[in-house]
């Protein structure tokens, strides 16, 4: 069974950058026709992709965050990673990490909660 | 930009009832179309993808039906545990993809 874990600060100052990273387990990560996937959920916005990584590591951004998000993968580690600079309070959420899907099964994480805030 | 509005907002209903939830794309998006369930304090759940395939493990009360840019989802009886947040997604610019509002339904 495939499984995600999000893991990383649930506290970050305003101004300063958002890291989290999930870990994959179950499944590889560079098994083809995989996405990697980030989602977002706040009240004010409701669910908000973020970005996606594919299995050959070539990377999607939502256009209203591609300025200040990063997403990278580490094989090795079966793990990948979520950036996001220059964060306001309108960056507080609930951060997902998924591989959505269809036929070949849709899982996500947990999530886990990041507040900006001083 | 497409976007997806979902209606109603809120449907109240019992259970044995069924339920009927609609998701408008502004533009044609094919069949293109998933619907998630979420509950309290839970990642959403796949239900319903390619707008009438129904997901590993969901029960035969969900279906999924339409294409282009109306889409309903509809339990066919309800039962306790499915009362929870509803959303629909679009998928026709894969990876990227784009989720409704929501429906909330609530035991009336």
């Known amino acids: 069974q495939v499984q995600l874990l999000e893991s990383g600060p649930g506290l970050v100052k305003p101004s300063e950058s958002l890291s989290l990273t999930c870990t994959v387990s179950g499944d590889s990560m560079t098994t083809p026709s995989y996405y990697w996937g980030w989602i977002r959920q706040s009240p004010g916005r409701g669910l908000e992709w973020i970005g996606s990584i594919s299995f050959r590591g070539t990377t999607y951004y939502n256009p209203s965050l591609k300025s200040r998000v990063t997403i990278s993968f580490d094989t090795s580690k079966n793990q990948f990673s979520l950036g996001l600079t220059s964060v306001t309070a309108t960056d507080t959420a609930v951060y997902f990490c998924a591989r959505p899907g269809g036929s070949l099964g849709d899982y996500w994480g947990r999530g886990t909660l990041v507040t900006v805030s001083s | 930009e497409i976007v997806l509005t979902q209606s109603p907002v809120t449907l109240s209903l019992s259970p044995g009832e069924r339920a009927t939830l609609s998701c408008r794309a502004s533009?044609?998006?094919?069949?293109?179309l998933a619907w998630y369930q979420q509950k309290p304090g839970q990642a959403p759940r796949l239900l319903i993808y390619n707008a009438s395939n129904r997901a590993t493990g969901i029960p035969a009360r969900f279906s999924g039906s339409g294409s282009g840019t109306d889409f309903t989802l509809t339990i066919s009886s309800l039962e306790p545990e499915d009362f929870a947040v509803y959303y629909c997604q679009l998928r026709s610019n894969w990876p990227s993809i784009t989720f409704g509002q929501g429906t909330r339904l609530e035991i009336k």
């Open positions: 533009q044609s998006v094919s069949t293109y």
